[in-house]
């Protein structure tokens, strides 16, 4: 091996060992107390509760049996469960697999979230007279979740 191909092997091997350091330290680094890792899995957590509760509101605007009772019931949960969402994106927290841009301040997040608590909130108090009603207001809060998930997922 050359003299200059081994410098430049070792200028790649150092500069991939440094990149992976500076990854190293920046997943292990803590914001509020919890890692990359944390928030990223309360994140997950977080978004799989609101899975889960809404879930069966999806099936009954699908065609599923509607009852007004039971669906009053499953959107307060789905209420509950949305309305834990903002704390797991504090300014403050890693991205995760949320795109950065999502952390400016000029980004339309905050107002995507808002708008998607609001029919989380009106969901619960007011809830759905028909499933023709829960169609809709379930296609509006799908919506939302598009148009978050396009704009700011990595």
């Not at 070792?10 to 890792?37: C, D, F, M, P």
């Not at 309305?83 to 890693?94: N, Q, R």
């Amino acid at each position: 091996m050359t003299k200059t191909k081994a410098i430049s092997l070792v200028s790649v091997l150092a500069v991939l060992i440094l990149a992976g350091s500076w990854s190293y330290l920046n997943l292990v680094r803590e914001t509020q107390g919890k890692s990359y890792w944390e928030w990223h899995n309360l994140r997950e957590q977080g978004f799989e509760q609101l899975r889960r509760e809404l879930r069966p509101l999806i099936d009954v605007a699908k065609g599923a049996h509607f009852n007004a009772e039971q669906v009053a019931a499953q959107a307060k949960k789905v209420d509950a469960a949305a309305k834990a969402i903002p704390t797991l994106f504090e300014a403050v927290a890693p991205a995760g697999a949320a795109g950065p841009e999502i952390w400016a301040s000029s980004s339309e997040f905050g107002q995507i979230l808002n708008a998607f608590l609001s029919k989380t909130s009106s969901l619960s108090t007011n809830p759905p007279a028909t499933a023709e009603d829960l169609r809709a207001a379930i296609d509006a809060i799908q919506l939302d979740c598009a148009e978050c998930h396009r704009n700011y997922r990595d």
